[in-house]
């Protein structure tokens, strides 16, 4: 399959070095994205890179619609499905923090439908597909197009339970849906209306909706079925009811800023409350954990636990660290995103063929930028408690004792050991390393954590200093070793 490269987009704010480094992915990365499309007989896809809130690279890939043959773009509109899910679970767990409703609540509380027949079942259920309900990918994706009087019959004649809520993760779309309708109820407007109040306007993303309908003709990836040995399009299904949980449609250039205002959670500062902490949510917020392969070539053995978090899956994987992430699969259309929450690097990609979900391309895209450097964590700052207490764990190294400053020192210090042995513990290391070098920076693992390490005659010392949880700065453990 031919593919026309349109664009490549490096970001002029992003570093020399860099952005340097980016541009030397892009050929590995792009190589990953073609060969993916070749095998799975994509017509056409977009991929983006996300760094620093910025979108450093983007590149659209083969045509958009085959009638026309007008090439993908970073501006071509494409149907995200699933992806859809991040947008209303992010809504729901922003009526939290107003306190207008809690996951602790039981859904019937907001949709008043379902008191005859789901009892027990939380807000939270819903968000972490525990609810019990009944996997249904290829069903749910038909049901796009319900009315709101479609669906609230639905809602009063309830579903079937594949188990007990609240027991297992299982994967629903009616679940979605139904939050969606507890965004509408609370919100006091359509879901769609309050999405787009709270981030598609707010975060600049002009090009993206929920009715397909409204996307010029000439920016759409129109979606195509693989079938019979050759391509045949798919109906284009309107919005309805059921678009919580998969309606998005977006451009790269768009879904980059969202990827950007999920990765902005990161690095977290230390106190409670703002927008942060919602994202965070979304990472944290809960769910049951599940199995799951390591997508890609690397590292094909890898099988890891996860959960559904807030509309993603959380995790952590052998090679990239800490990843949130989540695929779309619909009718004509087909995506992943992956994000890497403590280097605030996020990989996405959009097709336009039928649940052809581009997930080994991306998580290989990951591992070429992880090859490349460009995943390094964000550096911790040093707090001024944790500065302060280095600077006293110095003066005591240097005094050779540990009481001359006793308002520094958490009650426990002397208790679990003496003044005396702890004089004795820094004369014996004194001995055995020589002069040390105690000027190297602490190196924070949190706002009341830190290890140093300093290089002495005869070896080095490393080090371990924990701050107490008390108002005023003192040390409540600081451990030192000659590895």
Sequence with gaps: ?????????????????????????????????????????????????????KLVAVEGLGVQDLEARRPVTPDTAFRIASMSKAFTAYGILNLQAQGKLTLSDPASKHVPEMTPWATGITVGDLLHHSAGFVTDDPWGDRQQVRTAEEFTAMLKAGVPFQSAPGSTYEYSNFGYATLGRI???????????HIGDTVFRPLGMA?????VFTVPSSRLARGYRWENNRWSA??????????????????????A????????????????????????????????????????????DCRMSFIYAGGLVSGNDCLLGAVLFHSGGYPGYGSHMLLLP??????????????????????????????????????????????????????MWSEGRIDSNPAILAENMLIDRSAAN??????????????????????????????????????RITGRLLLAPTNTVQIQALNLTRP
Aim: proline share 7%; net charge neutral.
């Design 257 to 300: 800023k969202w990827v950007a205002h999920l990765l902005s959670g990161w690095p977290a500062e230390p106190k409670a409350g703002g927008d942060g902490a919602v994202l965070r949510q979304m990472r944290y917020g809960g769910g049951i954990p599940h199995g799951r392969g390591r997508p890609g070539k690397d590292a094909p």
């Design 183 to 193: 965004l509408t109820n609370v919100s006091g407007k359509p879901y769609q209306s």
């Design 207 to 211: 090009s993206t909706t929920y009715d």
């Design 342 to 395: 403590e280097t605030g690097v996020g990989v996405f990609a959009f097709s336009n063929r039928t649940y052809a979900a581009p997930i080994p391309a991306v998580w290989d895209a990951a591992g070429v930028l992880l090859r490349a450097g460009q995943l390094a964590k964000h550096p911790t700052p040093v707090s001024p408690a944790l500065a302060q207490a280095y600077s006293e764990a110095r003066r």
């Design 234 to 255: 798919e109906p284009m299904m309107k919005d309805g009811e059921f678009g919580a949980m998969g309606g998005v449609v977006t451009t790269a250039n768009d879904y």
């Design 422 to 459: 702890w004089a004795a513990e820094f004369q014996r290391l004194k001995a055995e390393s020589g002069a040390c070098e105690t000027t190297s920076p602490i190196q924070p693992t949190g706002a009341l954590s830190g290890n140093f390490q300093w290089r002495c005659t005869t070896g």
């Design 1 to 53: 399959m031919r593919t026309l490269i349109l664009a490549v987009a490096i970001t002029l704010s992003t570093p020399a070095a860099a952005q340097s480094t980016i541009e030397a992915s892009i050929p590995e990365i792009r190589k990953g994205m073609e060969t993916w499309m070749l095998d799975n007989h994509v017509p056409g896809l977009v991929w983006g890179v996300v760094k620093d809130g």
